[in-house]
């Protein structure tokens, strides 16, 4: 049974840095792809970064040049330092995992087979 388990959350002042990290209980598939999402109040969940079992990687515009998606596969860890923090980053974060279709890039609509139990992130100004 595949369980992703998150850690890192917090409340910080803004320009401040923080990491995530999502533990996964074994992957899929040897083709997978990971994730991190984030849900303000109010609003529709987003899709932040993605990375693929080759390392691929995409970040929202939103984000790009304050946070990086990374993993190591040894730990079965998938990290998301987020620096240079903003109050409009407040959210519940979510790290997510599924198969990788074909040769497909990893998909940002939030449709993923399995979720973590969500991060509280609250930056502050």
């Known amino acids: 049974q595949v369980q992703l388990v998150e850690s890192g959350g917090g409340s910080v002042q803004a320009g401040e840095s923080l990491r995530l990290s999502c533990v996964v209980s074994?992957?899929?598939?040897?083709?997978?792809?990971m994730a991190w999402f984030r849900q303000a109040a109010g609003k529709e969940r987003e899709a932040v970064a993605t990375?693929?079992?080759?390392?691929?990687?995409k970040i929202a515009e939103s984000v790009a040049g304050r946070f990086t998606i990374s993993q190591d596969t040894q730990k079965k860890t998938l990290y998301l330092q987020m620096n240079s923090l903003k109050p409009e980053d407040t959210a519940m974060y979510y790290c997510?995992?599924?198969?990788?279709?074909?040769?497909?890039?990893?998909?940002?609509?939030?449709?993923?087979?399995?979720w973590g139990q969500g991060a509280q992130v609250t930056v502050s100004s």
């Open positions: 997510a995992h599924d198969q990788r279709k074909f040769a497909a890039s990893c998909p940002v609509a939030p449709n993923y087979a399995h």
């Open positions: 990375l693929d079992n080759s390392g691929n990687t």
């Open positions: 074994k992957y899929a598939s040897s083709r997978y792809c």
